[in-house]
């Protein structure tokens, strides 16, 4: 393909650094979100051109790159509920990028349908937070036919650093939410584990020394404690709303595999319960905060 129009649905925390980088490689985007404020920030490029809806994007581009918030909203944009979605007003042969962080089942049924209209779907979910896809490095996960996945290689590497095929439709979000699922719990086995050493009249920040300089070492300890945890700033850019999805995608996941996961439903009910206890729009890293203030039981 060369140089396609790509289309990028979804300028949110992630989807616009994620295009100002797709822009500095000189690709041209025909950009949609719902929230205006999006437009702001990427008219400085020329290769920029805001679209006034979703359909827009649709009918002008070769490539959609979709960055939204969950399957739900994916699934209901793609095929609508009168079969009114995008779907139906793409160009021939369009390829589908799902990056955003989707159910796999839900993806696997979207590659199945898109190939049945002579269309390609990729899901290509990312990791590694806002600062990554600031500066171009995050790690890429990918699942798709092979020859696809090759052709959309150019793109991806735009945007990250490790790019990854780790199977048909449906892994590469398969294996987002169980590195998720992980990482969570490791965030909430830090937090527990750090409001109980300064209730021993430990300082928290020597704890997390001592942990990155051990076998407790783990991208909590190394990038999130000091930064947005200990420092009470608790301003990831990621959501605590979104990371419960992935943590519930990653239990969905594993009970229909048949696998062990008893230690993933004690996770998703602490998250679910932090979700809850916290303010709307709380980031991820106020698990720590909520920890805190739990009553002892
Ligand atoms: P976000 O909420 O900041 O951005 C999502 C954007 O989608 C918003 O700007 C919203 O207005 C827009 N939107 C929602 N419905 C829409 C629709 N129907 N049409 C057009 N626009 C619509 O979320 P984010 O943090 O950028 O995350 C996006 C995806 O990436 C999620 O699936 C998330 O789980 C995943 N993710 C996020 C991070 C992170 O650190 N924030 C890291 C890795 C993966």
């Known amino acids: 393909m060369n140089q396609p129009i790509i289309g990028m649905i979804g300028l949110g925390m992630m989807g616009t650094p994620m ?12 950009g949609f979100d719902l929230h205006l404020g999006a437009k702001e920030k990427l008219s400085h490029f020329a290769n920029f051109h805001w679209q006034s809806s ?11 790159i979709l960055m939204l918030p969950d399957s739900k909203i994916i699934d209901e944009l793609l095929w609508g509920q009168l079969q009114d979605g995008i779907v139906f007003d793409c160009k021939p042969h369009t390829l589908f990028l799902d990056m955003s962080s989707s159910n796999p089942s839900n993806s696997k049924n979207n590659a199945e349908k898109l190939k049945a209209l002579g269309h390609e779907f990729i899901d290509a979910p990312v990791s590694g937070g806002v600062k990554r896809a600031i500066d171009g490095s995050l790690a890429i996960m990918v699942g798709g036919e092979k ?36 990482s969570a719990s490791g965030l909430l086995a830090v937090s527990e584990a750090l409001v109980a050493a300064q209730a021993f009249g430990i ?32 301003n990831s850019g990621f959501a605590i709303a979104l990371m419960r999805k992935d943590i519930q995608t990653a239990k969905d996941f594993i009970d229909d595999m048949k696998t062990s996961g ?24 106020a698990m720590f905060k909520f920890v805190k203030n739990q009553p002892k039981e």
Do not use: R
Request: proline fraction near 2%; glycine fraction near 8%.
């Open 19 to 30: 295009a100002n980088n797709l822009l500095k490689a000189n690709y041209i985007i025909h």
């Open 203 to 234: 300082d928290p920040h020597l704890a997390n020394q001592v942990f990155n300089a051990s076998t407790g070492k783990n991208n909590t300890t190394d990038v999130k404690v000091e930064n947005f945890m200990l420092s009470g700033t608790f």
């Open 262 to 285: 008893g230690f993933a439903s004690t996770c998703l009910e602490h998250w679910s319960a932090a979700e809850q206890g916290l303010e709307k729009g709380a980031d991820h890293t």
């Open 147 to 182: 020859t696809s996945v090759e052709n959309m290689m150019p793109i991806l590497q735009a945007m990250g650093k490790t790019i990854i095929h780790v199977g048909s439709s449906g892994a590469g979000h398969a294996v987002k939410a169980l590195n998720n699922y992980v």
């Open 54 to 64: 979703a359909k827009e994007v649709a009918l002008s581009s070769d490539v959609i």
